[in-house]
């Protein structure tokens, strides 16, 4: 047994980190963050959740090769399930991440070239349709249709002037 097994296996050890914590300089602590930082954080997050929205109804054309979008099957990011993810997916035979199924999206039912999956525009796609599920309980690896809804009006809130073949312009 190595000497980090034996320290892992001591139990004052959390008491031990919790020490540490309390210890460290004031300057190694983040939060509380001031009110205009929290805003900037959130403005950064709401972009990019408007982006996914924009892409959801067919922003990018190289996403499918029929002219779908996501939101042609999962309007409203229905049946997407993100708070279900990671489970195993049969279809693939494996446990996948929510990006994985997003990407097996793109590339069968709409033939279209699957998303780099640590892109800013597949984080997007996840800002969004986690978005519409905010406050859905996690449960991972249930396997399910449709557990919790999305809330579409969270969407409202988001007011995008789309691009895509899914808005009216
Ligand atoms: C032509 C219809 C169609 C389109 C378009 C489509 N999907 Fe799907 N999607 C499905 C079907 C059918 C399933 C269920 C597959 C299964 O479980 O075997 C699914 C499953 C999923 C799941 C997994 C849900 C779960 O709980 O297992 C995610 C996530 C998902 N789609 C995201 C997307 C995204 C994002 C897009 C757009 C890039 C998209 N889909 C486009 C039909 C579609």
Redesign the pocket.
């Known amino acids: 047994m190595n000497i980090l097994h034996k320290i892992l296996r001591c139990a004052a050890v959390p008491l031990t980190a919790l020490a540490v914590i309390a210890t460290a300089p004031a300057a190694m602590a983040r939060e509380p963050f001031t009110k205009e930082e929290l805003k900037a954080m959130s403005d950064k997050l709401t972009e990019s959740a408007k982006r996914g929205y924009d892409m ?1 109804y067919g922003a990018r054309a190289d ?2 090769n029929n002219g ?3 939101a ?3 309007p409203d990011t229905a ?4 708070h ?1 993810f990671p ?1 195993f ?3 693939t035979n494996k446990v996948m991440a ?1 990006r994985d ?2 990407n ?3 590339e069968n ?2 033939g279209g070239k699957a998303l780099d999956v640590n892109s800013a525009d597949m984080i997007a ?1 996840e800002a969004y ?1 986690f978005y519409l599920h905010n406050g859905v309980p996690i449960e991972t690896g249930l396997q ?2 449709q557990t919790s809804p999305p809330t579409p009006k969270n969407a409202r809130g988001l007011n995008v002037k789309g691009t895509g073949i899914g808005f009216d312009k």
């Open positions: 959801w996403m499918a779908l979008a996501c042609n099957c999962h049946a997407t399930n993100p279900t489970k997916m049969p279809q929510y199924m997003v097996w999206c793109i039912p709409q796609l349709s399910t249709r």
